[in-house]
């Protein structure tokens, strides 16, 4: 079993900048965050191997948002700048437990979510 607690959201005007954190309670193979904005189905933001460098974004975020895993501090991050409007939902942490999982790059581990809000 995996718990995951994310923190960090929060309201910010277009352009700015959150880092959103999440800490991880046990060993996992790859992490990831995704987002959910009001009316839409949950995306992937961002999806990041443990193991290696292997990190996938999704279009809408390249070059905005970066995602980290602090193997020290089992603690997953999300840098997120140039914030738009269209970037507010809430943002689930997310983990897959098995390297057969993650070579899907798929998750089965998720945490409560926090919202983000980006006001124009």
């Known amino acids: 079993q995996v718990h995951l607690a994310e923190s960090g959201g929060g309201s910010v005007s277009a352009g700015g900048s959150l880092t959103l954190s999440c800490v991880v309670s046990?060993?996992?193979?790859?992490l990831a965050w995704f987002r959910q904005a009001p009316g839409k189905e949950r995306e992937r933001v961002a999806w990041?191997?443990?193991?290696?460098?292997?990190?996938i974004y999704a279009d809408s975020v390249k070059g905005r948002f970066t995602i980290d895993h602090d193997s020290d501090k089992n603690t997953l991050y999300l840098e997120m700048t140039s914030l738009q409007p269209e970037d507010t939902g809430i943002y689930y942490c997310?983990?897959?437990?098995?390297?057969?999982?993650?070579?899907?790059?798929?998750?089965?581990?998720w945490g409560q979510g926090t919202q983000v809000t980006v006001s124009s």
């Open positions: 997310a983990a897959g437990d098995s390297l057969s999982r993650c070579a899907r790059t798929e998750v089965n581990f």
């Open positions: 990041k191997s443990t193991g290696n460098d292997w990190t």
């Open positions: 046990a060993r996992t193979y790859c």
